[in-house]
């Protein structure tokens, strides 16, 4: 996986990776989490999602692949922490992954294509890997997502996180393209659906506004927004202030919607 990460892997970053699971992330991938699957989990970050996986298909094999060696550190740490012995980490590339022809039952990848610039090739490796197995796929569509109140501040985040993501790699559209992907890809049976996250709660607003006021300053999107002339420090403080103000508003509303595939073939 060569192409550069929006986000990198600031805490704020990882704070907001590491809450995720299969039921809120993955839900959709359900019905396939027999006991006894082999997983192959793409860009797995922190493990949180891989390793609830191996908890599911145990006593078969789940192994996690990212391409930044530090974060798979965190990912053992947790498995370790988490008793999970069926499951391994391993740096890798999405597009020339180091596994034999039909290697796993299922092929996993959460929020991995919208970050690569090649996503339609990663689907071919995934399909190669996965044999007359499941590949399945979930990601965010940026452009659909909405938001409440009509702050200013996010407005602006919005159109520079838009044209950053797509300066650095990928496309922050991806949820409404993986049908289009996946045929280009050459899958021939494509089951298609969608999900949503909403962070509306007191809690859930202090947690997600929080962590972007903090990632819209200090983590790689900040420095790639600055870096590509999209925003200045000034901007990317207008932004902080904006998610903030929208954590401390009782009627705020945040909701991303995802599109997900279960293709093979």
């Excluded at 797509?166 to 922050?172: E, I």
């Excluded at 393209?177 to 202090?206: M, N, P, Q, T, Y």
Aim: with cysteine; hydrophobic share 45%.
């Amino acid at each position: 996986m060569a192409d550069s990460y929006t986000h990198g892997h600031h805490a704020s970053v990882l704070r907001a990776h590491e809450w995720r699971t299969v039921e809120n992330s993955a839900a959709y991938l359900l019905p396939y989490l027999q006991p006894g699957t082999t997983v192959l989990d793409v860009g797995a970050g922190p493990g949180t999602i891989t390793v609830d996986i191996a908890g599911r298909v145990a006593p078969a094999g789940v192994v996690g692949v990212d391409a930044a060696a530090d974060v798979l550190d965190r990912a053992r740490a947790y498995a370790a922490s988490e008793g999970a012995t069926n499951v391994e980490f391993v740096v890798d590339d999405a597009y020339a992954l180091r596994r034999p022809d039909g290697a796993f039952d299922v092929v996993h990848a959460h929020q991995v294509l919208q970050h690569l610039d090649r996503p339609v090739d990663a689907l071919r490796e995934f399909r190669r890997v996965a044999a007359d197995g499941v590949v399945a796929a979930r990601d965010v569509d940026y452009e659909g997502v909405i938001w409440y109140p009509l702050l200013p501040a996010l407005a602006e985040w919005h159109d520079v996180y838009l044209r950053v993501h797509r300066r650095v790699a990928g496309d922050p559209a991806a949820g409404r393209k993986l049908k289009s992907w996946a045929r280009e890809a050459g899958f021939r049976e494509i089951s298609c659906s969608a999900s949503l996250w909403l962070f509306e709660s007191d809690e859930d607003r202090k947690w997600w506004g929080g962590a972007w006021a903090e990632r819209a300053v200090e983590s790689s999107f900040a420095q790639h927004a600055i870096d590509l002339g999209e925003t200045d420090r000034d901007g990317l403080e207008r932004i902080a202030a904006g998610w903030r103000a929208w954590a401390d508003a009782s009627d705020g509303w945040l909701l991303m919607p995802h599109g997900e595939i279960v293709a093979r073939g």
